[in-house]
Every structure is written in structure tokens, then in C-alpha cells.
């Protein structure tokens, strides 16, 4: 396991399909439309208004640009038409644990949907290549199947919680260790963080 510092933007690569860039002060429109969807959000938690959404953004943004935090959200975008697709995120990460929680909102178009399950991959790959994390899971309602399908299509199985993992009750859990798992898709490329820019 990885010991010392890190960066959100270390997580930072592309695949050849699809590009993970740190949140950026330019995705504010992007999570606002995410997380004040009702639609999008009825498996997941109760819609925030558009101005909770927003302050929300500002809050998430100030942390994970912190040195060594504890999420990291993601911006996929879609190589092809470069343009954003959803947020990937890994929320209680623990580098002396070797573990973190992994998630995906995608905004609600069916061909973006298609890019969820390689998104949520790459990230995976990153944090068990770049972090060095033994172990990777997150948490879905029982009547989210799509969520399911993509914990799956990434390379999770259904597993008891951990109780160290701090989830919620009732949810149904899927994990997958670094040494079963069955790598990263297509070989994706780490981006420099120097490199790392909003596209416009």
C-alpha cells in the first residue's frame, strides 16, 4: 500500500475512449445539473435545489483540492464529442486500510450511459495503480439495477459490508480486491497534473 502524500490530480488518464480530469471550478454547471435531478437522484438521495447544489460544489471543490483527501471527484468526458458525461468519485479513502468507496452519476442521456462501466473502471485501475489500494467497493440501493449492473461490468461482485467501511444500512455492497481483479481497460495513460485543464 501506498504510504505519504497525494493529489486528486493524480488520478488524473485517459482511456481510449474516455478522459478523467480532477473537478474543476468549470464544472460547476455540470455537478448542479447532476445533483438537483430528481430523476437522476431518486435511487441515490433526495435532490439538492439548484443553489444547495452549487454551495455543495464549492464544499466539495475546497476539499478535494486538499493534500491527501479523503474523496476525489472525477470529471469523465467523452473523448469523441469532449464533453463531460458525469462525475466518477472515491469517497472514504484510507491509504492505511488500503480501501475506498467508488460511485458514478451520469447525466441522463442513454448513449452517455454506455460509457459509465469503462469510466468507473479507469478510475478503479487508478486508485489501485496509482494509490496502491488493496481493496474497492461501494454501496447502491436494492432497486437501483443500474448501479448494479455497473459495479458489475466493472469487475465488483455482491459482498457483505465491512463494518469498517462506515456504509448505510439496507444498502446492497459490491467490492472487488486489487489481486482479482481483472485490470484496467485498454490500456489507459496517466496524465501529467501539469496537463490537466478543463476542456473548452
Known sequence: ???????????????????????????????????????????????????DASTTFDRTLRLCEKTNPRSAYMVAVAKRSRKPIGICAASRIDLRAGSAEVGIMLLATATERSLGTPALA?????LFTVLELEEIWAQHAPTNRLAHIVGLGAGMKSCAPKECWGGRAGMHFVSVQRDTWFGLPKNPIRLPIAEIVAPR
Open 122 to 126: 479507469l478510475l478503479m485501475g487508478q
Open 1 to 51: 500500500m501506498r504510504s505519504g502524500h497525494f493529489l486528486a490530480g493524480e488520478l488524473a488518464c485517459e482511456s481510449t475512449g474516455i478522459l478523467l480530469r480532477p473537478l474543476s471550478l468549470e464544472d460547476r454547471e455540470l455537478f448542479v445539473a447532476i445533483y438537483s435531478d430528481a430523476n437522476l437522484m431518486r435511487e441515490v438521495e433526495p435532490a439538492l435545489s439548484p443553489a
